[in-house]
């Protein structure tokens, strides 16, 4: 099996910051793209940023200048950096890991069970 756990969140007031992390333990050959979602009350989840194994990144618009992905790819760890933070950044945060689980295997869809994140104006 796979699990993913993610930890960091909390409660932080505008203009603050908060680090996100996200580890994946388990049966696990490698690990392909690993990446942020959050999902607020009433909307879908969205992507927030994304890191291939090679370091390649990609970011939401709303989140460009302000959040920085990054990764270890031996601890299997990926971290969230969160800037001047805004109160619509309010939501639950997910890490998501593309997981080969052996040589032979299929990559697959993994998640965690998300972090908090609320941004008090």
């Known amino acids: 099996q796979v699990q993913v756990v993610e930890s960091g969140g909390g409660l932080v007031q505008a203009g603050g910051s908060l680090r996100l992390s996200c580890v994946a333990s388990?049966?696990?050959?490698?690990?392909?793209?690993m990446g942020w979602y959050r999902q607020a009350p009433g909307k879908q989840r969205e992507l927030v940023a994304s890191?291939?194994?090679?370091?390649?990144?990609n970011y939401a618009d709303s989140v460009k200048g302000r959040f920085i992905i990054s990764r270890d790819n031996a601890k299997k760890l990926v971290y969230l950096q969160m800037n001047s933070l805004k109160p619509e950044d309010t939501a639950l945060y997910y890490c998501?890991?593309?997981?080969?689980?052996?040589?032979?295997?299929?990559?697959?869809?993994?998640w965690g069970q998300g972090t908090q994140v609320t941004v008090s104006s």
């Open positions: 388990g049966t696990i050959f490698s690990i392909n793209a």
């Open positions: 998501n890991a593309q997981v080969q689980r052996t040589i032979v295997s299929q990559l697959y869809n993994y």
């Open positions: 890191i291939t194994r090679s370091g390649s990144t």
